[in-house]
Structure formats: structure tokens, C-alpha cells
């Protein structure tokens, strides 16, 4: 079978019933665990099922580290990421991309006793700062000479060394800052916003037009209705999911 024989994803999913979603699992209040029932939780679960449902199919959940999760993808172990995967250059060069669902931008986190301004990322230069491995923070970090970037496979291990010490500030998404700073028990606090506006989409193989279609109308639809703005208001306590006006 040639390429030109390949089924679109689309054809496949409805075949199979389910839409098979790949997320970190660990990245609060974007998808995470429920400490209370188990089950994952947060906005890109929320954003996958209802994505899922306007395509009248199944989600199934599959849980990998971020650092392999693009991998995973390519290599099809799943049909799409929802996992506030950065629409960038060089990821479009490898994986189609569905229309943002959400915009943000990158936020310093320091130690709530930090006396120290750190107004861009120019500013950490002889510091060390903790990013998330194969994030787009990652590239911006280590895009600034003289910054020392140690990174973190997860979100939790990164602010913990914040919080002890161990690094002098964390780069991270400023929707999950603001979470964190209503919800964390760890002695930190937001820093400056730094750098320009994030969008967030839904990545999936090339060569698939019809998925690609039915995925950009039922995001359409959620957002026509109300119902993205308000799954983003209850996680973020604001709509990220369309540009700031």
C-alpha cells in the first residue's frame, strides 16, 4: 500500500470506535491525577472528551512523560496529544496541528522570600533554572547564554528544588502558575512574565485532511457555545482559550 492508500485518521478512529489521547498526566491544572479519585483531571481532559464526543467516540487516556510524548506520536502509538503541546516552526515541520484551544504565555516562579527582580530571562544569567525537559521553556532557557538549565521530567520534582533551593527560579506556563499559587503549599510566588504569547493545539500525523477537519469543527463548536470559555474560567479563573484582548 502506498501513502495515497492510507486511510485517513479519521476512517481509523471511527473504525476502532475510540480516539486514542496521549497527555503528561502530571501536569496540574492541566491534566493530572485526583489525589481523591484516581482519575485524570484538569483542562485538556476536559477539552479531549468533549473533542471526543463531537467526534462521537470513546476517548482512552494514555499517560507518557513528556519527553517521549512527541515520539510516541510520531511513532503512532497514539492519534493525538492534548497536552498543551506549543504550536511551533519546528514541530509543524513533523506533526499537523489542530486550531489553538489555548494561549498563554511564559512565567518565572521564584521562593516567596526572593529579594532578587528577575524582570526577563537575560536577568538569570549565572543562575540555575528549572524547566520542563523537551518543553519550549527548555529551548527558551537554554537560548540565553550563560543560563544554567536543569531539567526536570515533571512539573512537582521542578518547584520542590525551587522551593528547597536547589534552583533559583522555574520557567513555566503562567495558566499553570496561576493555579499553583491558589493551590500549592510550597513557599513560591509568581515572577515576571517573560516572552511572547504561547499557542496551544492539538498535534496529530501528517497527512490526515479529514481528521484534521472534524478536529478544527468540534473545537469551533466548543467555542461558538461557551463551553471552552467556561471549562478555562473553572480551571484558570479566566478564558484562556482565545487571544486576550
Given at each position: ?103 498563554s504565555s511564559p512565567q518565572l ?137
Open positions: 500500500m502506498g501513502p495515497a492508500m492510507a486511510a485517513d485518521l479519521l476512517d481509523t478512529v471511527k473504525a476502532r470506535g475510540t480516539l486514542r489521547i496521549a497527555m503528561e498526566g502530571t501536569y496540574p491544572p492541566f491534566n493530572f491525577k485526583d489525589p481523591k479519585t484516581g482519575q485524570l483531571a484538569g483542562y485538556d481532559v476536559e477539552v479531549a472528551k468533549a473533542v471526543s464526543a463531537k467526534l462521537g467516540l470513546k476517548p482512552e487516556f494514555v499517560s507518557t512523560e513528556w519527553s517521549a510524548i512527541l515520539a510516541g506520536l510520531a511513532a503512532g502509538k497514539y492519534d493525538v496529544i492534548v497536552s498543551q503541546v506549543a504550536i511551533t516552526p519546528k514541530r509543524e515541520q513533523a506533526f499537523d496541528f489542530s486550531q489553538p484551544y489555548t494561549y516562579i521564584v521562593r516567596r522570600n526572593e529579594s532578587l527582580q528577575y524582570k526577563t530571562l537575560a536577568d538569570l544569567k549565572g543562575k540555575t533554572l528549572g524547566v520542563g525537559q523537551g518543553s519550549v521553556f527548555e529551548q527558551q532557557a537554554k537560548a540565553v547564554p550563560g543560563i544554567v538549565v536543569k531539567s526536570y521530567p515533571a512539573a512537582p520534582e521542578n518547584l520542590q528544588d525551587l522551593a528547597f533551593g536547589r534552583v533559583d527560579a522555574a520557567l513555566n506556563d503562567s495558566l499553570m502558575v496561576a493555579y499553583l499559587l491558589k493551590n500549592s503549599q510550597l513557599p513560591i510566588k509568581a515572577g515576571a512574565r517573560v516572552g511572547a504569547v504561547e499557542r496551544m493545539g492539538i498535534p496529530f500525523r501528517k497527512g490526515n485532511p479529514k481528521f484534521k477537519a472534524a478536529v478544527d469543527r468540534a473545537l469551533a463548536e466548543l467555542q461558538r457555545d461557551g463551553s471552552l470559555a467556561r471549562m478555562s474560567t473553572r480551571w484558570f479563573g479566566s478564558d484562556a482559550s482565545r487571544p486576550a484582548r
